[in-house]
């Protein structure tokens, strides 16, 4: 077998050429090569665990391979991942699996693949059926098109990101993020839907059962993806989220650029430059794209050296990575992050990350959103990307006007130049369009005040009640106090019997005044 980049020779079970660095088993289909040690054709038409029935082959990889089945039970069709067939010989690697997958299982995000089930065949093959995706991979999408758009990429990887800070949260690092990793569907008019494969599927190949990372084991066989390792990764040290931050900036560089971040004639070249070389910004690395400086800091903050240097949570950097595509022009999330824009549709002024340990605040220079804002310059900032041309001789050295610290102004019109002086009115437009708005009332408050309403109305009802009634009782008592009776007031007539006229005579003394005549 020969490498397809290159055309080196590579041993029968390598991942990855060791002269090139060269990917030879990715998650598309690789027709004529049994990259997991499993004979596709006799897997078509099998069953598999009593309850699947495979259909097709959709892709092979240096864990096992991928096909498309039918759930006998439901009808249902699933994708169905049997692992290479060495890797059941070990009991110790089967109790690992089982404990990995029912972790891996839990997972439950909108942009995480779901996991039905997982079990062994009665050849001892261990198998997992997961969702299946109608899509295509990231790396398919990348081969087809070339660079992304920054804001197509940045909302991939947004999503990319939501669903590892989730798997984060329960303990889970992915460690092999990639664009093979990575797929992409359509649900309604919603394209570019993320669905992140593989959680936990890593950790069996690079741990032993005590905990310890596994070494390399021979030329091809890196336990990772070398375009997209962190180096304490390499260096087989504990990791934890931040190395997936890591890949994940080694993926948004070559999304936004078409390159990878570190290229080199061997694997060692490239594992070498991962440990010691920084990256070159992607703005140096493909001027003809015109790339939005803003860029260089963020993946180059992701792709720092040590841990403590990137974005100290996947959550965070999700945070800066809707920050930045808002600056861009992009639209504002709809989710969780979306404190992170104004009722105006402002970028927030908040800091995207805590200052990380042994690294000065001030050092890490404004956010994403306030460099997209100033056009991509940290003025006055130690160490950052991308640093002004000084002033001319002739030109007053007078610092450049920049919008006011989180107001994003919009982007001009295509081919419209809006002139230093429209850019410094601006911020100013901003603000005075804030201020004429009339402030709304929050609708928590007005509830409030609308309960307030009703329970007074109802209060003062209930009190009229009580008072009228309390008022027809002391009249009561007090005409019995007086000893007269409301009969005694007003009797009404009686009649008695006629005189000798025959004129009727009435009667109008009251019972009491009777009595008292007799």
Known sequence: ??????????????????????????????????????????????????????????????????????????????????????????PALVRRFNA????????????????????????????????????????????????????????????????????????IVHRDLKPDNVMLTQQGRRSDVVKVLDFGIAKLRDERPDGTAMPMTQAGDLLGTPQYMAPEQIRAEPIDGRTDVYAMGAMLYEMVTGRLPFEGPTLMAILSKHLTDPPVP????????????????????CMSKRPHDRPASMDILVGELGELRIGLGGAPPSGRHSQAVDELGLASTTPSHPAHPGVDSAARGPGPAALAASGGVAYGQPGSAVSPAP???????????????????????????????????????????K?????????????????????????????????????????????ETDGVTPADEAPPPRKTDRDDSGAVRLDFSTPRSREAGK
């Not at 969702?131 to 940045?154: D, K, N, Q, V």
């Not at 001319?392 to 419209?416: L, R």
């Not at 609708?443 to 008022?471: D, K």
Request: charged fraction near 20%.
């Open 391 to 433: 002033p001319a001789a002739n030109q007053a050295a007078t610092p450049p006007s920049s919008p006011a610290p989180g107001i994003v102004s919009p982007p001009p019109a295509a081919g419209a130049d809006p002139g230093p002086a429209a850019a410094a009115a601006a911020p100013a437009a901003h603000t005075a369009a």
């Open 282 to 301: 992607p703005t140096r690395r493909r001027p003809d794209l015109s790339l939005a400086p803003p860029l260089d800091r963020l993946i180059l903050s």
């Open 435 to 479: 201020a004429a708005r009339p402030l709304a009332m929050p609708s928590a408050l007005r509830w409030t005040l609308v309960g307030i309403a009703v329970a007074a109305f109802g209060a003062a009802s209930v009190y009229g009640y009580l008072r009228f009634a309390g008022t027809e009782e002391t009249a009561d008592r007090s005409a």
């Open 1 to 90: 077998m020969n490498c397809a980049n290159c055309g080196a020779p590579l041993e029968d079970h390598a991942r990855f050429c060791p002269h090139c660095g060269h990917s030879v088993a990715p998650t598309e289909p690789s027709p004529g090569q049994s990259l997991s040690g499993i004979d596709i054709a006799k897997m078509i038409g099998r069953e598999v665990g009593g309850r699947y029935r495979v259909l097709a082959e959709l892709g092979e990889g240096g864990m096992g391979a991928v096909f498309r089945a039918q759930q006998m039970s439901l009808k249902r069709t699933i994708a169905l991942k049997v692992l290479r067939p060495e890797l059941s010989a070990d």
């Open 100 to 171: 990995e997958a029912e972790m891996a299982a839990k997972l439950n995000h909108a942009n995480t693949v779901t996991l039905f089930d997982f079990g062994q065949d009665e050849d001892g093959s261990l198998f997992i059926a997961m969702e299946y995706i109608e899509g295509e991979s990231l790396r398919h999408l990348m081969l087809r098109e070339g660079p992304l758009e920054p804001l197509r990429a940045l909302a991939i990887c947004e999503q990319v990101g939501a669903s590892l800070a989730d798997a984060h949260t329960r303990g």
